[in-house]
């Protein structure tokens, strides 16, 4: 088993929630970045002491799809700023080195490849990355559902050197082949070449069920090496009853599942650690409870 694990952070949304910061659909975590941004700070604080040695930008919601239009024109800029502001200080103030994610949405709707469309997507990705950029290490396109959508992030980040991770979120169930698929219904194999191409330093799937996540890290351990690439491979699944991951975003609140406890959830982690991922972390419903862990789990012991 690899012992160079690095540990993500877990869910803000769900954390705030249970914090008991404002918290409601459409706007999501991002309501807590205009109404009480100090529980945003609580939040990192709170996974950064747990273990996380990367945190990811609170800015997956600022976006006109759950802000709205309006809101997003007026105040979204300075909200992505504010985003990028608290995580940093909070990496700033952390013990141990913290490394802060810029986190880059699918812009126009989670779960949508149907939504994408590049020239109002490349607007929005552009004001993101714009008022992020000053407090970021690297940068996260995060639960991305086809590989035009990661084409676009690279675009739009052009020339910027700082590393670049991509992660998928995957359908619900294998195919009849038992292997994972992108929710475009693109296969891992083309998500690794297409990372690779990119220039990106790592493939992550995120934001789906931990069962169809061994398969899609196998696969991408299979390709990596096939290709002979030097590519990190992560994972940090959400805790979604099952039949919530076909809720689309804006939907309602998913329910939680019940056996995706810290230890439950470890299990699933240990699995894809041998199957060859070295970050691990969590999506919804994982909290700084699971992330200790994954940190007592992978990194107490060495």
């Known amino acids: ?139 996260l396109a995060e639960t991305q559902s086809s590989l035009a959508e990661v084409a676009l992030v690279r675009e739009v980040l052009a020339q910027d050197p700082r590393p670049l991770w991509l992660s998928f979120t995957l359908q619900d169930s294998l195919d009849e082949q038992g292997a994972a698929r992108l929710r475009s219904g693109e296969s891992i194999s083309e998500a690794v070449t297409a990372v690779i191409n990119l220039s990106a330093r790592a493939i992550l799937f995120n934001c789906s069920r931990p069962e169809v996540m061994a398969s899609a890290v196998h696969e991408a351990s299979r390709i990596t090496g096939q290709q002979g690439a030097v590519l990190d491979i992560g994972v940090y699944a959400n805790a979604f009853e099952p039949s919530d991951n076909k809720r689309g975003a804006n939907q309602g609140l998913s329910e939680m ?24 972390g969590g999506c919804c419903g994982i909290g700084p409870e699971h992330i200790a862990a994954l940190n007592q789990a992978f990194n107490l012991k060495k």
């Not at 985003?83 to 103030?93: H, I, M, T, V």
């Not at 056996?259 to 650690?273: C, H, S």
């Open 257 to 280: 599942r019940k056996d995706t406890d810290p230890e439950g959830y470890l299990a699933f982690a240990r699995e894809w650690v041998q199957l060859g991922a070295t970050l691990i």
């Open 1 to 139: 088993m690899n012992s160079n694990i690095v540990i993500l952070d877990g869910g803000m949304g769900r954390e705030l929630a249970r914090m008991g910061a404002p918290f409601r659909q459409p706007e999501w975590s991002a309501l807590a970045l205009m109404e009480a941004p100090h529980f945003v700070r609580q939040a990192h604080d709170a996974f950064i002491a747990a273990g996380s040695r990367v945190i990811s930008t609170n800015s997956y919601a600022v976006v006109p799809f759950h802000v709205g239009d309006e809101v997003f024109s007026r105040q979204g800029a300075e909200l992505i700023a504010l985003s990028g502001k608290l995580a940093r200080e909070a990496a700033n103030a952390a013990a141990a080195p913290v490394k802060v994610a810029g986190s880059l949405p699918p812009v126009l709707g989670s779960y949508r490849p149907d939504l994408f469309e590049p020239t109002k997507a490349r607007e929005l990705l552009a004001v993101l990355v714009a008022n992020l950029s000053d407090h970021v290490d690297f940068w």
